[in-house]
């Protein structure tokens, strides 16, 4: 059975950093990706980035890019989510979410059938 466990969110002020975790399991090949989604009060889940497990291609969505950096740890399977110069518009629900294949369709939230429970990230001074 796939599992995803999200970690690393809390309460930072603007401008901070945060690093959040995903640990995976259960995968039964090594083509798959990892997604990381958020979703605000009363917003649709946005696609933030993703990362395919085999060979480490990145994408973000445009909200992000340039502050946030997505990477993976095949070894302990795990994806991380290195958050820099945080702006309160990021509060957010944070998921990671996982499918198997090769594309990362971070547009497309209904393509991945495995999600973590979340964890809040609330950046406030």
């Known amino acids: 059975q796939v599992q995803l466990v999200e970690s690393g969110g809390g309460l930072v002020q603007p401008g901070g950093s945060l690093r959040l975790s995903c640990a995976a399991s259960?995968?039964?090949?090594?083509?798959?990706?990892i997604g990381w989604f958020r979703q605000a009060p009363g917003k649709e889940r946005e696609g933030v980035s993703c990362i395919r497990m085999d060979d480490g291609r990145i994408y973000y969505g445009d909200s992000v890019k340039g502050r946030f950096t997505i990477s993976r740890d095949n070894a302990k399977s795990m994806a991380y989510l290195q958050m820099n110069r945080l702006q309160p518009e990021d509060t957010a629900v944070y998921y990671c979410?996982?499918?198997?294949?090769?594309?990362?369709?971070?547009?497309?939230?209904?393509?991945?059938?495995?999600w973590g429970q979340g964890t809040q990230v609330t950046v406030s001074s």
């Open positions: 979410a996982a499918r198997y294949g090769s594309t990362c369709p971070i547009d497309a939230r209904y393509e991945y059938a495995v």
């Open positions: 259960g995968f039964t090949s090594a083509y798959y990706v």
